[in-house]
């Protein structure tokens, strides 16, 4: 009979103890940084990012393809939205484009050498102002 008293009371020791440590624990001071995420959810977003154009000058569509009517162009550095992106042509030709709005509102073939897509538009102003150096 002595037995099971002490094997309870002593389970009741060992709990009063882990839980002790644990009220301790979520008390102390971490010294963690919250981190607070951006204000909307990337798959709500309404754009797929921001581009800053890389080229001296390219044309911006109508639609996307290369022999459509040219609406205007963006010079080196221009910050746009990117709406779209559209990948078109055949299976050994593909042509990837985006659809952007700065100035106005088009199609840009997407080329590494023409545009660069960031997620944040802080992202694409920062590179931005490093390509006008």
């Given at each position: 009979?002595?037995?099971?008293?002490f094997h309870?009371?002593?389970?009741?020791?060992v709990?009063?103890?882990?839980?002790?440590?644990?009220?301790?624990?979520?008390a102390?001071?971490?010294?963690?940084i919250?981190?607070?995420p951006?204000?909307?959810?990337?798959?709500?977003?309404?754009?797929?990012g921001?581009g800053?154009?890389?080229a001296?000058?390219?044309?911006?569509?109508?639609s996307p393809?290369?022999a459509g009517?040219?609406?205007?162009y963006?010079?080196?550095?221009?910050?746009?939205?990117v709406?779209e992106?559209?990948?078109?042509?055949?299976?050994?030709?593909r042509?990837s484009?985006?659809?952007?709005?700065?100035?106005?509102?088009g199609?840009?073939?997407?080329?590494?050498?023409?545009?660069?897509?960031?997620?944040?538009e802080a992202q694409?102003?920062?590179?931005?102002?490093?390509?006008?150096?």
């Amino acid at each position: 009979m002595n037995a099971s008293i002490f094997h309870s009371q002593g389970w009741g020791f060992v709990l009063i103890i882990c839980m002790a440590i644990f009220v301790y624990a979520c008390a102390k001071e971490s010294g963690e940084i919250m981190i607070i995420p951006p204000p909307t959810h990337p798959l709500s977003r309404s754009v797929v990012g921001y581009g800053v154009i890389k080229a001296s000058f390219t044309r911006v569509m109508h639609s996307p393809e290369p022999a459509g009517v040219s609406l205007g162009y963006l010079r080196r550095g221009a910050v746009v939205r990117v709406l779209e992106r559209r990948s078109l042509g055949s299976p050994g030709r593909r042509e990837s484009w985006v659809l952007v709005e700065g100035n106005f509102r088009g199609w840009l073939q997407e080329d590494e050498q023409v545009i660069d897509i960031y997620d944040l538009e802080a992202q694409a102003g920062t590179a931005a102002s490093i390509i006008t150096r």
